[in-house]
């Protein structure tokens, strides 16, 4: 067996030890200086850019939270929109959830009391949870209301999948998506990686974004 500082060579070359540590360093002193630029770029692919439009309708996407739909109801009022559909599954045990099991009726109940009129806001019930089973429910409602644009509302972090996924759902038909991401303080992107909300929002976000993929969902 012969040796040389970087290589050991036995029946094939390979790298020592030595050399791994060196190539480690060297990766390591030019990506450091520079990651606050990657992981940036990382953000910037994983986060659509907001593209608010006037639409047919707004939607509130998923388990949208307080700021979510405080948002949607000010766009509507706005003009933004002729109607508001809300969505989201069984809510399980939750405050001021007004003995409701859906959180699409949830929803509606919070927006209603902001002023806007109940038939103004249609809630989205779909049996099973997620994305892709609210963009096949939400078909039927879309058409039953002449809605051919929509303006989603949905935290920044789960725009990218949202999109993809109605945009998959309505290929066929003559819809419009625009985007109003709503922006969350843990996750931005100077500072997504640096807080466990952010960190978790965004990698999960990516492995439901490859699971989708992989189903044929977007």
Not at 96 to 101: A, I, L, M
């Amino acid at each position: 067996m012969k040796y040389t500082l970087f290589f050991r060579r036995k029946t094939s070359w390979k790298t020592t030890l030595l050399c791994k540590l060196i190539i480690l360093c060297v990766f390591l002193i030019a990506t450091i200086p520079f990651r606050g630029f990657w992981l940036q770029s990382i953000y910037v692919h994983l986060v659509p850019e907001p593209n608010v439009k006037v639409a047919d309708a707004i939607l509130i996407e998923g388990w949208a939270g307080d700021k979510e739909v405080r948002y949607a109801a000010d766009l509507f009022k706005k003009g933004f929109g002729k109607y508001i559909f809300t969505a989201g599954y069984k809510t399980g045990r939750c405050a001021g959830c007004n003995n409701s099991n859906n959180y699409a009726e949830v929803a509606k109940d919070q927006i209603s009391k902001m002023g806007i009129n109940d038939d103004k806001i249609i809630p989205i019930i779909q049996l099973e949870r997620g994305t892709y089973n609210e963009a096949i429910a939400s078909m039927r409602l879309f058409e039953k209301y002449s809605i051919n644009s929509v303006l989603i509302v949905t935290p920044n972090w789960h725009m990218l999948r949202t999109y993809l996924t109605y945009k998959k759902v309505f290929v066929e038909k003559p819809m419009k998506f625009y985007l109003a991401p709503v922006e969350n303080e843990n996750c931005k992107a100077d500072n997504w990686w640096k807080n466990h909300d952010g960190l978790e929002y965004l990698f999960t976000g990516c492995l439901k974004l490859i699971n989708y993929w992989y189903k044929g969902y977007i």
